[in-house]
């Protein structure tokens, strides 16, 4: 009498089955005692999981009309001194992404324009997606004044 092929494979596993439970289950006891031996480890206190808050003071020089000074700016809620809550965190927002640095100066050897945009400068110190912050704004060239932009109305706008 010949058997059919799916009477065989079932034969085969059925065998497999039988002899494989008895190894998991000692192998499972093992990883049980072993873990069992150490202690369990003690949760990380509040403080050490805490992210730093989105908060900004911005420091505004030689912008004109009334722009410049010194404001203070937290999101996530919005709050401070700075004319446009709403506006500068919708801006913060929307340049930051993973991977990519939100106040990254230009790239040392960027081949910029020498077109010069005024005396306007700005300063950004705080702390931003849980990063600490320390960044520089003028408008001395095409490049510098194209990422001081991106920043507005964090940074105020100015004329042409």
């Known amino acids: 009498m010949s058997r059919l ?23 499972l006891g093992g990883v049980t ?14 403080s050490a999981v805490a992210v730093r808050p989105d908060h900004l003071t911005v420091t505004v020089q ?12 937290s999101c996530h809620p919005g ?9 500068a965190c919708r801006t ?5 992404s993973w991977g990519r640095e939100t106040f990254a100066p230009v790239a040392p050897g960027t081949a910029c324009t020498m077109l010069y945009g005024g005396p306007a400068t700005a300063h950004v110190t705080g702390d931003w997606a849980g990063r600490p912050v ?18 507005v109305p964090l940074l105020p706008a100015l004329g042409s």
Do not use: I, W
């Open 79 to 87: 709050a401070g001194s700075h004319p446009d809550v709403a506006g």
């Open 33 to 46: 005692a072993v873990l069992g031996a150490f202690p369990a480890l003690p949760a990380p206190p509040a």
């Open 92 to 96: 913060l927002d929307r340049n930051t």
């Open 134 to 151: 320390d960044a520089t704004y003028d408008r001395s060239n095409g490049c510098e004044t194209g990422r001081r932009g991106r920043m």
């Open 62 to 73: 030689h912008a004109g009309d009334g722009r410049d000074g010194t404001y203070e700016l």
């Open 5 to 27: 092929p799916s009477q065989v494979r079932s034969r085969s596993a059925r065998s497999r089955q039988g002899r494989s439970r008895p190894a998991v289950r000692g192998a």
